[in-house]
């Protein structure tokens, strides 16, 4: 009922940038979108999130170098890169949460997609 699909990812030199993409299908309403992010090793970290309205929030790491944006109408998130560093490399993860009716909710995930900044 609620699939996700990333694209974007690839391997890209320092100082690169990447554009990442956020495909939803639902038949529920999506609340907000949010880009996660997992290296080797670590836990899973939220990179930014963006809701319905507009409203972003970013890690404090990638703040001034990536971009969440959203289209409502296609129900699709962006994770614009910029100024990628060694330490971004990791596998980046869609997630799409929201209300089914009261005291129903769902949070759904990506497979997610490989970023390696390296040279």
């Known amino acids: 009922q609620v699939q996700l699909v990333e694209s974007g990812g690839g391997l890209v030199q320092p100082g690169g940038s990447l554009r990442l993409s956020c495909a939803a299908s639902?038949?529920?309403?999506?609340?907000?979108m949010g880009w996660y992010r997992q290296a080797p090793g670590k836990e899973r970290e939220l990179v930014a999130s963006?809701?319905?309205?507009?409203?972003?929030n970013y890690q404090e790491s990638v703040k001034g170098r990536f971009t969440i944006s959203r289209d409502n109408a296609k129900n699709t998130a962006y994770l614009q890169m910029n100024t990628l560093k060694p330490e971004d490399t990791a596998v980046y993860y869609c997630?799409?949460?929201?209300?089914?009716?009261?005291?129903?909710?769902?949070?759904?995930w990506g497979k997610g997609t490989q970023v390696t900044v390296s040279s």
């Open positions: 963006i809701t319905s309205g507009g409203s972003t």
């Open positions: 639902s038949i529920f309403s999506i609340n907000a």
């Open positions: 997630n799409a949460n929201g209300s089914i009716r009261l005291g129903a909710s769902f949070s759904s």
